[in-house]
C-alpha cells in the first residue's frame, strides 16, 4: 500500500519568514495529494490541495507544489504568521488516502 | 465543518468495556470514514463506508467494528475496549471532486481506557 514520509517533524520560524513541508509517497498510482493544518483541540481541516496533473497551486500565502517523478510534494507558507502555527499533515491518495505523521510549525513573533 | 459531528467527544472507560462512538453528518455524503490519530503516527484508517450497510476494513482495523444502518450515521464499536485504544478518532465524510474523494473532518472524540 501506499506510504507517506513527511519532513520536518517540527519547524519554528520567525514571523514573516516562509516555510516549507516536504512529504514523499511510495506508490506512483496515487493521483491526489491535499493538505491539512490541525489546530489545538480541533479537527484537521482541508488548506489546499494538488492533482497529478497540475505541478504547481498557489492560494494566497500557500502553495504546492508536485513532482510526479521523484514523487513529492511540497507546502510552501510565505509571510508565516503567529496564526499559522499548527499541525500540518500532507496526504496521498489513489483509492485510499495514507497520511504522513505530521509536522508541528511555530511561528514566533 | 462539512456538517459532521462525533459524539461523545470525551470519554473515559475502563479495560473490557464495550465503546460506541458516533459520527453524523447532515449533507448526505456517500463515503464515511472513522480515523485514530496518535503521536508519530498521523491518521490511520480504521473502516469506512462507502453506503448504507456497505462497509470495509482500513489500515487497523483490529478490535473494531463498524455499522452504517442511515446514510447520515456511522458508528464505531471497541467491542472491548483495551488501553491500546486510547487515542483520538476522527470522522470523515467525503465528496467526490474530479474523480478524487476530498476528505472533510469531524471535531474528534478523545477515548482513554484506563
Known amino acids: 500500500g501506499e506510504n507517506v514520509e513527511q519532513h520536518p517533524s517540527t519547524l519554528s520560524v520567525q514571523e514573516g519568514d516562509s516555510a516549507v513541508i516536504k512529504c514523499t509517497y511510495s506508490d506512483s498510482a496515487s493521483n491526489y495529494f491535499p493538505w491539512y493544518k490541525q489546530e489545538l483541540g480541533k479537527g484537521p481541516q482541508l488548506i489546499i490541495d494538488i492533482r497529478s496533473n497540475v505541478g504547481e497551486k498557489k492560494d494566497q500565502r500557500i502553495a504546492v507544489t508536485l513532482n510526479k517523478t521523484a514523487k513529492h510534494f511540497s507546502l510552501h507558507i510565505t509571510e508565516t504568521q503567529p496564526e499559522d502555527s499548527a499541525v500540518y499533515f500532507c496526504?496521498?491518495?489513489?483509492?485510499?488516502?495514507?497520511f504522513g505523521a505530521g509536522t508541528r510549525l511555530t511561528v514566533k513573533p | 465543518d462539512a456538517g459532521i459531528t462525533q459524539s461523545p467527544r470525551h470519554k473515559v472507560t475502563e479495560t473490557g468495556t464495550p465503546v460506541t462512538l458516533r459520527c453524523h453528518q447532515t449533507?448526505?455524503?456517500?463515503?464515511m470514514y472513522w480515523y485514530r490519530q496518535d503521536p508519530g503516527h498521523g491518521l490511520r484508517l480504521i473502516h469506512y463506508?462507502?453506503?448504507?450497510?456497505?462497509?470495509d476494513k482500513g489500515e487497523v482495523s483490529d478490535g473494531y467494528s463498524v455499522s452504517r444502518s442511515k446514510t447520515e450515521d456511522f458508528l464505531l464499536t471497541l467491542e472491548s475496549a483495551t488501553s491500546s485504544q486510547t487515542s483520538v478518532y476522527f470522522c470523515a465524510i467525503s465528496e467526490r471532486l474530479a474523480g478524487e474523494k476530498t476528505q472533510y473532518f469531524g471535531p474528534g472524540t478523545r477515548l482513554l481506557v484506563l
Open positions: 449533507e448526505n455524503h456517500r463515503y
Open positions: 496526504a496521498a491518495s489513489k483509492n485510499d488516502m495514507r
Open positions: 463506508s462507502y453506503g448504507v450497510k456497505d462497509t
